[in-house]
């Protein structure tokens, strides 16, 4: 029988055996010894697993990557420090200087910088389409050296829904894995793999934590995308690492095994964006109930959006889950229970009316984070995007009056009233 993805929540990736700690353990300790140095030969000869040094890997993390890549339904994953790094080694991974990547452009603002400016700096360019570009558009944003695509299932702070199952197709008709990265809907509410993502990726600092205590990343391979299959353009993975004595890694792991092992054994030991054991402990405490809080978050959200929609100050609402939003048909496909808590919208008195509605919240808090939760608000001209003037604002999306509200996990009528309440005194 399949288990249901609350109990993968609760007890998946760590199975104690008879007396053994029932929490997860916190392997405090940076390295592990050895009585022979031929044992520890072979581990640094990916001969044998094992655990040498934190850097590379530590239990505790291993079992909360394991957790992860359960309740995606992958085959393999690795934490990161942050959902930086896990977007940037998923890409850099299989794609390099003198490579490509097509992505969406409705994506996080630090993902959009890390591949429009940062990997351009070490020789790799992006294509960025829009994520209801027409096919042809799509189609004629592959080059021979594209290496991947890269989406979000739900874009922050965008809101646009990716059409997954599209996306995979047009990667695959190319030979190539898409990625997407699926912080806002969590597993709970849309797992990527299903609908024919490749890899799937995660700011784990946001829903999954869930209580703004620890920044974190994940990245779970399917273990669907047969490397092999396409060896010219991914030599990394089909030819021998010579950093590791010639091993081949998607011929010694696998097809299942081959993309988490080599991120971890040469990007997590060149880059070391390892994720202290301590966070892994807290950010597994998050994923423990994050299948009861998710539900919650997505109520109050669809809850809030409704008010906003039939509220005479407000000119505009963003939330998939609200009939005849742009994305509201996609929505209806991979999210039908929901998506996330995460609402925009703008009013009617423009930028000043938002800077009083900011001024005169009481519960919500000014926060620069989402996923919480804690009912947490931001307005972007005056925040993530304040050295933008007005017109450069319109120009990526942004309304200098948009307002983006994270509803948490708090009473609805609660949240409700306090955003009735702010809106008065506009
Ligand atoms: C926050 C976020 C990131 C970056 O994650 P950090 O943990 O802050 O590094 C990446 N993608 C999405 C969709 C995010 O919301």
Same mark, same amino acid.
């Given at each position: 029988?399949?288990?249901? &993805?609350?109990?993968?929540?609760?007890?998946?990736?760590?199975?104690?055996?008879?007396?053994?700690?029932?929490?997860?353990?916190?392997?405090?300790?940076? +390295?592990?010894?050895y009585? /022979?140095?031929?044992?520890?030969?072979?581990?640094?000869?990916?001969?044998?697993?094992?655990?040498?040094?934190?850097?590379?890997?530590?239990? +505790?993390?291993?079992?909360?990557?394991?957790?992860?890549?359960?309740?995606?339904?992958?085959?393999?994953?690795?934490?990161?420090?942050?959902?930086?790094?896990?977007?940037?080694?998923?890409?850099?991974? &299989?794609?390099?200087?003198?490579?490509?990547?097509?992505?969406?452009?409705?994506i996080?603002?630090?993902?959009?910088?890390?591949?429009?400016? /940062?990997m351009?700096?070490?020789?790799?360019?992006?294509t960025?389409?829009?994520?209801?570009?027409?096919?042809?558009?799509?189609?004629?944003?592959?080059?021979?050296? +594209?290496?991947?695509?890269?989406?979000?299932?739900?874009?922050?702070?965008?809101?646009?829904?990716?059409?997954?199952?599209?996306?995979?197709?047009?990667?695959?008709?190319h030979?190539?894995?898409?990625?997407?990265?699926?912080?806002?809907? /969590?597993?709970?509410?849309?797992? !990527?793999?299903?609908?024919?993502?490749?890899?799937? /990726?995660?700011? +784990?600092?946001? #829903?999954?934590?869930?209580?703004?205590?620890?920044v974190?990343?994940?990245?779970?391979?399917?273990?669907?995308?047969?490397?092999?299959?396409?060896?010219?353009?991914?030599?990394?993975?089909?030819? !021998?690492?010579?950093?590791y004595?010639?091993?081949? #890694? *998607?011929?010694?792991?696998?097809?299942?095994?081959?993309?988490?092992?080599?991120?971890?054994?040469?990007?997590?030991?060149?880059?070391?964006?390892?994720?202290s054991?301590?966070?892994?402990?807290?950010?597994?405490?998050?994923?423990e109930?994050?299948?009861?809080?998710?539900?919650?978050?997505?109520?109050?959200?669809?809850?809030?959006?409704?008010?906003?929609?039939?509220?005479?100050?407000?000119?505009?609402?963003?939330?998939?889950?609200?009939?005849g939003?742009?994305?509201?048909?996609?929505?209806?496909? #991979?999210?039908?229970?929901?998506?996330?808590?995460?609402?925009?919208?703008?009013?009617?008195?423009?930028?000043?009316?938002?800077?009083?509605?900011?001024?005169?919240?009481?519960? *919500?808090?000014?926060?620069?984070?989402?996923?919480?939760?804690?009912?947490?608000?931001?307005?972007?001209?005056?925040?993530t995007?304040?050295q933008?003037?007005?017109?450069?604002?319109?120009?990526?999306?942004i309304?200098?009056?948009?307002?983006?509200?994270?509803?948490?996990?708090?009473?609805?009528?609660?949240?409700?009233?306090?955003?009735a309440?702010?809106?008065?005194?506009?």
């Amino acid at each position: 029988m399949t288990e249901q &993805i609350g109990t993968t929540c609760v007890q998946g990736g760590y199975r104690p055996g008879d007396a053994e700690p029932r929490q997860i353990p916190i392997y405090q300790s940076t +390295t592990w010894k050895y009585d /022979t140095s031929e044992h520890m030969g072979k581990l640094f000869d990916l001969e044998e697993s094992g655990y040498f040094y934190t850097r590379l890997q530590n239990p +505790t993390n291993d079992a909360v990557a394991a957790k992860i890549a359960e309740l995606e339904g992958g085959a393999a994953g690795m934490l990161t420090s942050s959902g930086q790094a896990a977007n940037f080694f998923a890409v850099f991974n &299989i794609a390099g200087c003198g490579d490509h990547v097509v992505a969406s452009s409705a994506i996080y603002g630090g993902t959009y910088n890390l591949l429009a400016h /940062t990997m351009r700096r070490m020789g790799l360019e992006c294509t960025f389409v829009a994520p209801d570009c027409s096919d042809e558009e799509l189609e004629a944003a592959f080059r021979p050296n +594209t290496k991947c695509v890269f989406g979000e299932t739900i874009a922050n702070p965008a809101l646009a829904v990716l059409d997954i199952e599209r996306f995979a197709q047009a990667a695959h008709a190319h030979g190539v894995p898409l990625i997407v990265d699926n912080t806002f809907p /969590t597993p709970v509410n849309c797992r !990527p793999i299903e609908w024919g993502a490749d890899i799937v /990726t995660h700011s +784990t600092t946001k #829903y999954m934590d869930g209580h703004g205590a620890a920044v974190g990343g994940a990245i779970v391979d399917s273990g669907n995308f047969d490397w092999m299959a396409h060896a010219d353009k991914f030599p990394g993975l089909t030819t !021998p690492d010579e950093t590791y004595h010639g091993v081949v #890694y *998607a011929e010694k792991f696998g097809q299942a095994g081959a993309f988490i092992t080599k991120a971890t054994a040469q990007l997590m030991r060149d880059f070391g964006c390892i994720q202290s054991p301590q966070n892994a402990f807290i950010l597994n405490l998050g994923l423990e109930s994050l299948h009861v809080r998710m539900p919650q978050h997505c109520k109050n959200g669809q809850a809030m959006a409704e008010f906003l929609s039939q509220h005479p100050k407000i000119s505009f609402v963003k939330f998939p889950g609200l009939p005849g939003d742009k994305y509201h048909e996609l929505a209806k496909k #991979y999210l039908p229970n929901g998506g996330c808590g995460v609402v925009s919208f703008g009013f009617g008195g423009g930028r000043p009316a938002a800077e009083t509605f900011m001024k005169s919240l009481k519960l *919500a808090q000014i926060a620069t984070h989402v996923a919480d939760a804690r009912t947490c608000v931001l307005h972007p001209a005056n925040a993530t995007h304040r050295q933008m003037n007005d017109e450069e604002l319109v120009a990526c999306g942004i309304s200098p009056d948009m307002v983006r509200l994270s509803c948490g996990i708090e009473s609805t009528e609660d949240l409700i009233a306090d955003v009735a309440q702010a809106l008065e005194q506009i």
